[in-house]
């Protein structure tokens, strides 16, 4: 598969598909991308922003993303997979969507331009997440990580199940209480293989990078015997949490057994990969809205001014500005 090299605002953003033209990446990049297959990579940390539009807990509030440079961007498209990347670790980016114990179910807009953190609506009304006893809300910080899709039209062979349409899920299991649409930099420690009527929508597990216990855990393993019980709730929370909706309990692939760090990664390379060719309109975009700032030769790229017209078309609220972010 021919390279593609994404130039960006945010950096450099590479995918590594094959061979490198030299012209376009120096060696501490080529190094980094060779221990790291077929994942965009970006050597700079960035800081991101928020912008509220609309009112909380209503229909028509959105939290947009731009950069500390001012520039409107996709949370989705725009914000690098990988955060950082070496030869003992990777960090990944992780988008916060809802905060641990909170209830309101929020959620990248993925059919809207520049694809906004809204709270996911039924019946005209903003949805939120019944308490599971023991539990309150969300039993960890919940969210998604950028620049992956389960892809729909994508059969998974091990659960011979499709995608959800979705960027692939994350579950921080850190101490830290974040907030909507912060960004925070995780180690993936393992996946769990849900199925929610009938779609494939992993849950992967991970921890905040900057949490005290971030490098005494390494694998799903070290979850197990440092907090016990985490995992079993867990499972035990997917499996409950649409019954209060009159909807049956979800599926699980594997038994509900949680699979390593490795298969997890495999599976956020695989989404990557469905994501890039999502951007380069290789495949069927299933309804997502693929508008983007950095991904060159990516036939959806879009303006700086259009970005900031779509988030003006937007009502605006009281208190728009909030700071989030890399470390």
């Known amino acids: 598969m021919r390279s593609q090299l994404l130039c960006s605002s945010l950096g450099c953003l590479l995918t590594v598909f094959g061979p490198f033209p030299a012209s376009c990446i120096n060696k501490t990049v080529r190094q980094t991308a060779a221990a790291v297959p077929h994942l965009y990579y970006s050597r700079k940390m960035m800081h991101y922003q928020t912008e509220q ?3 909380p807990n209503s229909p028509d509030y959105r939290i947009y993303f731009k950069t500390s440079d001012d520039k409107y961007i996709s949370p989705f498209h725009d914000i690098p997979l990988i955060a950082e990347s070496d030869e003992n670790k990777v960090l990944y980016n992780m988008v916060v969507e809802v905060p641990r114990w909170s209830n309101a179910k929020m959620e990248i807009a993925t059919k809207e331009p520049l694809n906004p953190i809204k709270q996911d609506v039924k019946k005209g009304k903003p949805r939120y997440v019944a308490n599971i006893f023991p539990h309150k809300g969300y039993i960890w910080n919940y969210g998604a ?3 992956t899709w389960e892809n729909p039209n994508h059969k998974d062979k091990e659960t011979n199940c499709c995608g959800d349409n979705d960027p692939i899920d994350v579950c921080d299991i850190g101490t830290q209480v974040c907030s909507p649409g912060q960004v925070i930099q995780v180690k993936v420690l393992g996946i769990l293989a849900m199925i929610d009527e009938g779609e494939m929508d992993w849950k992967v597990i991970a921890i905040n990078a900057n949490d005290q216990d971030a490098e005494k855990l390494n694998c ?4 197990r015997k440092s907090r016990p019980g985490h995992l079993e709730a867990t499972v035990e929370w997917f499996r409950k949490y649409k ?3 009159g909807k049956p309990e979800n599926q699980f692939g594997f038994n509900g057994e949680f699979k390593d760090k490795d298969f997890a990664v495999e599976i956020i390379k695989s989404t990557h990969e469905h994501w890039r060719a999502l951007v380069q309109k290789q495949t069927n975009a299933g309804g997502i ?4 700032m950095s991904c060159c ?5 879009f303006s700086a001014d259009e970005a900031r017209a779509v988030v003006q078309s937007v009502r605006a609220s009281k208190n728009v500005y909030g700071s989030n972010g890399g470390r």
């Open 145 to 147: 990580l950028p620049q």
């Open 297 to 301: 030769n990516s036939p959806f790229q």
């Open 243 to 245: 019954v209060p909706d």
């Open 220 to 223: 799903i393993e070290d979850v």
């Open 53 to 55: 539009r609309g009112h």
């Open 289 to 292: 809205e693929c508008k983007n």
